[in-house]
């Protein structure tokens, strides 16, 4: 298996260094390879199906679990433990997984897994001693390794089969683009269910021989304190986690100064957060394009490269094209749909054909439904979603615009924008906003605020407070959720 073997290399060739450390314990290279040894013996016992599923906290456990499903040659099943228990028991059903690695406390807070799903707990294992060691199974590139369930369109989840060769693609073209060595330490801060989190976070560091620090809950001050105590030279994170670490008023320069790549992705980077950092802690944060259909990472910018609002060019063996609606290419500069290609894009949905057959177009690229253009360095600018965009008089407005506007005014923490339908001018922006701690709401003066940084037609018709916008478990603020009917949860500054 393609992305297996160097993973065991690194593990086997220097068994004593500390390979993770999270909030429980730290794993050096034998921990690891042991421990999956032990779990691999006990899933061999209980299932013979394929497909294993996992249910873990960000941890060391994750790439146990992993390891231990591909020395069985299985695929393994990144399962979301966010999920409402009907999407999960639709999520395990249509993979065909009987058996879900996970935790004790993970089981108590989740609640039962569905009938026919056994729980193999891992602390309630016992990694003493060596179980007999394994070969390697023989698999081709072309084997179904990862099975990652995303959201459809339909409302169901929809798993996106990740091969061995697309995620040994994927890092390895991370590891040539930013040079990570043993030398390097990770933070990790992103759920490995998700796939930064697996691939960058996990399979990345197990490839490069680099330290990874796990935690399992994002909390600004628990985060600082392993910023200053491990002194890690990359984090990857989200925009609203730059955010909350950039309102900590008990965040100093010295906490980041360790630091050689910050890396933001999964949704764009908003200007008064990028400012924020490179003025308060001298950091430039860099951002980074993907999908979980590629692996994920397609794009990165470099820090000595920076362009505000660019997610930096695409990665060493990445074909990427922007095309009209009819699927012409476009010229630099021009925008329109962004359509990958490359050894990390996945082979299709799983179960699914023809939505697999939709989102490829005659020649193999991927349509991402993202909108952007490239400079004339090939760098790419991400404009917004397809179906997130509004059409207000004719002129297509992405939110990101006027989130972006709002997110200037010190009273606003983070913003949201959707469309609602007008008979008049086809659709107008509607604006939710998270208050900052201890600001009071006022409308008129946010309305008067974007009409200084956005055309007039682009001003929100309407503005509610909201206490928190609805979010996935990265952190990603979720717009489909919001609707005419979403009420305000806070109170005006007049009332």
Known sequence: MQVLRPILRRLLT??????AIDDQRSWRGVDLYVAA???ARELERVSDRPRVGFMLPTSGLC???IIAGWLLGRTVVPLNYLLKPDDLAYVLADAEVDAVVTV???LEHFGDLPEGVRAVKLDEMRFGGVPPLRRMPRRADDHLAV????SGTSGRPKGVMLTSGNLAANVQQCIEFAGFSRQDRLLGVLPQFHSFGLTVLTLLPLTSGSLVVYTARFLPKRILNLLKKHRPTAVIAIPSMYNALLSAKSAER???????WVVSGGEPLPAAVFEGFRERFGVTINEGYGLTETAPVTNWCRPEDHRLRSVGPPLPRVDEKVVDAEGRELATGEEGEICIKGPNVMPGYFNLPEETARVFDSDGYFRTGDMGRFDGDRHLF??????EMLIIGGENVFPREIEEALIRHPSVHDAAVIGVADESRGEVPLAFVELEEGAAFDEAALRAHCREHIAQYKVPREIRPIEALPRNPTGKILRRELSVD???TVPDAGA
């Open 14 to 19: 220097a068994p004593l260094s500390v390979r």
């Open 37 to 39: 040894l032990h779990l």
């Open 63 to 65: 790439p146990v679990a």
């Open 104 to 106: 004790g406390p993970m």
């Open 147 to 150: 099975l990652l369930y995303t």
């Open 254 to 260: 010295e906490h980041f100064e360790s630091l050689k």
């Open 382 to 387: 991400i404009t917004g979603r397809i179906k």
């Open 486 to 488: 979403t009420a305000a």
